[in-house]
């Protein structure tokens, strides 16, 4: 609930696409454009996002990455007259990523568990590991039973090879900015309309619990103001723990008999959910390998597949 639902394939401080990006991308659009049909909501926005160059060197680094096939087909050198008019000190210019996108979360998820609830397909409740029958073709909780039971508990997880990493973002308020598309300046820029605008997010190892701080907050606006040349007031600030990996790939498989996990999916969450769930489930229901680099037995050289 407190991830901003940004989309993007490029890492942009390499400027090479992201792990299995253009296999990813066209599953994710598919995925959630099909879900905004089943709950008729709107929650999928395809965008831009335009990376400023703080530095001639950037330059030079986007004009290697047009020239590399892998990385090509997702950005451009291009003009964006919403960026040319806009209060932004851009000197050394920009460049577009022009396959991105953002998820509005909340409202997917709540539509989603909604339309669950209608269907009396979905419970609230606290599951202690006690709670938790093993069958022999099975698990059981209370009065539900089913072939796998999985553990999506995020940076909760007891789990080997997580990191919880935290994060924080501010909602602020630019009347001067108008843009629609995503915006990096150091930090990312999401446009929520009505002049509100989300930056984040922040990356701490430490005290992942702690909550919003000021420093993040300076943090943030700091960047901002670095690049833009407009008042900026904040609305809200918001923290949350990203579920990472140690390197940074997912962690899927198999925990136990009927007991199966998901989890590490980072800061692309959005983007790697879709795969990583069919994935998961054709290795539990039709005996598919894992792909090496997310099985979760690779944090774990004790455990042996049952």
Not at 14 to 39: C, G, I, K
Not at 99 to 107: E, K
Not at 148 to 166: E, I, N, Q, R, Y
Not at 251 to 274: C, D, E, F, T
Request: with cysteine; proline share 8%.
């Amino acid at each position: 609930m407190a991830a901003g639902g940004a989309v993007n394939p490029v890492v942009l401080r390499r400027d090479v696409p992201s792990w299995r990006a253009a296999e990813l991308m066209p599953r994710t659009r598919s995925f959630y454009s099909n879900w905004e049909q089943h709950l008729g909501i709107r929650c999928w926005h395809p965008t831009s996002l335009v990376k400023i160059f703080p530095t001639p060197n950037e330059v030079k680094q986007w004009e290697r990455a047009l020239a590399d096939p892998g990385t090509a087909p997702f950005i451009a050198s291009r003009p964006e007259p919403e960026i040319d008019e806009a209060p932004l000190h851009a000197p050394h210019g920009y460049g577009t990523v022009t396959d991105a996108a953002w998820l509005d979360l909340p409202m997917l998820l709540e539509a989603h568990r909604q339309s669950l609830f209608g269907q009396d397909e979905f419970t609230e409740i606290t599951v202690k590991e006690a709670d938790i029958q093993l069958e022999p073709d099975g698990v059981r909780i209370g009065e539900v039973q089913g072939r796998w039971v999985v553990d999506c508990t995020g940076p909760f997880a007891a789990l080997s090879g997580l990191v919880p990493v935290k994060g924080e973002t501010l909602t602020v308020r630019i009347p001067r900015l108008h843009l629609t598309q995503m915006l990096h300046v150091g930090v990312g820029l999401l446009p929520l309309g009505d002049d509100l605008y989300r930056i984040g997010a922040t990356f701490k190892w430490t005290d992942v619990w702690e909550g919003p701080t000021a420093e993040a907050r300076e943090y943030l606006l700091a960047k901002l103001r670095a690049t833009l040349d407009a008042p900026i007031e904040v609305i809200a600030q918001h923290a949350g723990v990203r579920p990472a990996a140690r390197d940074r790939r997912p962690i899927l498989g198999r925990s136990g008999p009927h007991k199966a996990v998901i989890n590490g999916l980072g800061a692309r969450g959005v983007m790697l959910a879709p795969w990583c769930a069919e994935h998961l489930l054709e290795h539990l229901f039709d005996g598919k390998e894992l792909a090496s680099e997310v099985d979760r037995a690779r944090f774990d050289q004790t455990f042996l597949a049952t």
